[in-house]
């Protein structure tokens, strides 16, 4: 079975301040792993995905198979980054191909 | 590239009464999820289209839900009778290809359900 888990339900921090959202995964087999990001009022859309190993808007994630997990990190946060975040998982080509989502993590940047 | 498009955008209805939602996707993309996202949960799918085929709907409650997706553009999700616990958002998605590391959901505004 595919599981995600985001402990935090809000994280609060200020500008400036370091970021980083969990993600942890229960996944046997080789998972695909995604953030997506809700900002208020807008569609839900992907950040990031953990094969483009790029940094989105200042974001970075990095796959650790040996934690199961895929946390999102900013060095600097700012207010625009203010929004709801969601891990995601697919299960590749042997497993579920739609994403298994986390219960997501609202962040707040206060000035 | 107009997005995917949903409606209704809300909807508030009775318990044991019926209720259908509609999502054009974007055009061209094969592939045609709906996700049911319950307040202070993330999305949950209810069922993959691909083209016009079933791909998944092991999470899909056939009892009550059913969906469609006709000429494999268009799609309807319809509860028929309604429960308590099928207030939620309903999101519909839609990707170029079958899923994977390599493509990307695209998600509507989705359609708040209040069932009272």
């Known amino acids: 079975a595919q599981r995600v888990t985001q402990p935090e339900k809000l994280l609060s921090v200020f500008k400036g301040a370091p970021v980083e959202l969990k993600c942890n995964y229960s996944y046997s087999g080789s998972p695909e792993l995604f953030w997506y990001v809700q900002y208020s009022r807008q569609r839900l859309q992907l950040l990031l995905r953990h094969i483009s190993r790029e940094s989105i808007k200042g974001f970075t994630a990095d796959l650790n198979k040996g934690e199961t997990s895929f946390h999102l990190k900013k060095p600097f946060a700012q207010e625009e980054d203010s929004a709801m975040y969601y891990c995601a998982l697919s299960g590749g080509f042997t497993g579920r191909r739609a994403l298994t989502f986390g219960s997501g993590t609202r962040l707040q940047v206060q000035p | 590239e107009a997005g995917v498009a949903q409606s209704p955008r809300y909807k508030i209805i009775e318990k044991r009464q019926s209720v259908a939602f509609w999502c054009n996707p974007i055009?061209?993309?094969?592939?045609l999820y709906w996700y049911q996202q319950i307040l202070g949960q993330g999305p949950k799918l209810l069922i993959q289209?691909?083209?016009?085929?079933?791909?998944?709907d092991s999470q899909l409650p056939k009892d009550r839900f059913s969906a469609e997706r006709l000429k494999g553009v268009d799609s309807t999700l319809k509860i028929q009778p309604a429960k308590l616990e099928d207030s939620a958002v309903y999101l519909c998605?839609?990707?170029?290809?079958?899923?994977?590391?390599?493509?990307?959901?695209?998600f509507g505004p989705g359609t708040r359900l209040t069932v009272l």
């Open positions: 055009s061209g993309h094969a592939t």
């Open positions: 998605a839609s990707s170029p290809r079958g899923g994977g590391i390599t493509d990307t959901q695209y």
């Open positions: 289209f691909q083209n016009n085929g079933v791909v998944d």
